[in-house]
C-alpha cells in the first residue's frame, strides 16, 4: 500500500516547531558536560553514557543512565517514535516502539523537555562495538572465529540508524558530545577527527546533523588562553565545524544555551543576502595554512 501522500506549504513548513540537532566536540577536559549549566534544566534531560556526573555536581535536571547498547536503542526509539519505513523485525519499526512503550510508559512524559543532551557518542560508539562483537555477523561461517570486519560492518550500520532516528526526533533539540583527537597524516601534518569507533561513523556523522560545533582553546593578539565554540568550517584551525542555519559567526561565546537562541532568531537579512558568490580579489588570497597556522589556539 502506497503511503499517503500531501505536499507541505510554505506556510505550513515555516510555522513548524524544528529542533536543533547538533555536535558538540572538543577535547577531553574542555568543558563540554559543563555545558549542562547553560540550558534550562527544566527542560533538559540529560542522556548520561560517560557517567560523567562530577561536572555537573548539583545539576538541578533530570537524567537516564545508559550502560548498554540495547538500552541506548530503545531510548532512542522512545523519544523519536517509530519509523513507518521500518519492517516489524527491525529497529526503530512500529513493533519496537510498542513494545518499549510498554517498557517505559507513555512517551507524553517527554513533552516537558525541550533539549536532550547526549554525553557521549564516543562511549556510545564503544558500547555498540562491543554488542556488535557479540551478533552472528560478528562470526566467520568457515572458520567459527571472530570476523572483526562483521563486527565493524554491524558497528557502522548501528551508528548510522541511531544517530539518523535521533535526528528525526520531533520538535526537540539534541546535542551529541563527542571527544576531540589530535591526529597526524601521512605527512604529519596535524588534524583533528571525532573520537568514535569505526571510521563510517565519523565520515557520515557531519552530513546528518545540522550543526557541529568544536570547543576549544584559542589565543588573544597578547597570548592570553579563552575558550571559545568554533562554528564554521571554513575556520583557521583546522577544527570540525559546521553551521547549517547561517546565522552563527566563526567564533561564538561558549554558552551552548545563546548559542540555540541565536540559531532560532530571525535573521536579519534573508538567506540569499547571506551566501557570498564571489571569489577574493587576487592579492586577498593566501595560500593553505601551515601546520603551524592549523594548530594555532588547539
Request: charged share 25%.
Amino acid at each position: 500500500m502506497t503511503a499517503a501522500f500531501r505536499i507541505i506549504t510554505a506556510d505550513e513548513r515555516l510555522a513548524e516547531q524544528r529542533g536543533i540537532k547538533g555536535v558538540l566536540t572538543g577535547i577531553s577536559g574542555i568543558g563540554k558536560t559543563s555545558q549542562l549549566w547553560t540550558l534550562d534544566a527544566a527542560r533538559t534531560l540529560f542522556l548520561n553514557l560517560e557517567a560523567g556526573e562530577l561536572a555537573v555536581q548539583g545539576w538541578a535536571g533530570d537524567e537516564v543512565r545508559i550502560r548498554d547498547w540495547e538500552l541506548a536503542r530503545d531510548i532512542a526509539c522512545w523519544v523519536g517514535g517509530p519509523n513507518p519505513a521500518m519492517r516489524a523485525d527491525q529497529t526503530f519499526s512500529t513493533a519496537h516502539y510498542e513494545r518499549v512503550c510498554a517498557a517505559f510508559g507513555d512517551p507524553k512524559v517527554l513533552a516537558k523537555y525541550d533539549t536532550l543532551f547526549v554525553d557521549s557518542i564516543t562511549v556510545a560508539s564503544r558500547l555498540c562495538l562491543q554488542w556488535s562483537k557479540g551478533q552472528p555477523q560478528a562470526t566467520s561461517d568457515r572458520s567459527g572465529k571472530p570476523d572483526m570486519r562483521g563486527a565493524y560492518g554491524l558497528l557502522g550500520q548501528e551508528m548510522i540508524a541511531w544517530l539518523t532516528h535521533m535526528q528525526h526526533t520531533p520538535g526537540k533539540n539534541v546535542w551529541l558530545v563527542g571527544i576531540l583527537d589530535k591526529r597526524l597524516d601521512d605527512f604529519n601534518r596535524p588534524y583533528f577527527t571525532l573520537q568514535i569507533e569505526g571510521a563510517k561513523t565519523g565520515l557520515e556523522l557531519p552530513g546528518i546533523v545540522d550543526e557541529v560545533v568544536t570547543m576549544a582553546e584559542l589565543k588573544t593578539e597578547d597570548g592570553k588562553p579563552y575558550r571559545a565554540f568554533v562554528c564554521q568550517t571554513l575556520n583557521p584551525f583546522g577544527y570540525p565545524a559546521k553551521d547549517r542555519s547561517g546565522r552563527l559567526d566563526a567564533i561564538e561565546e561558549p554558552h551552548l544555551g545563546r548559542l540555540m537562541e541565536k540559531i532560532r532568531r530571525p535573521p536579519g537579512n534573508p538567506p540569499p543576502e547571506r551566501l557570498e558568490y564571489g571569489r577574493p580579489e587576487a592579492d586577498a588570497i593566501r595560500s593553505t595554512p601551515d601546520s603551524t597556522d592549523a594548530t594555532k589556539g588547539a
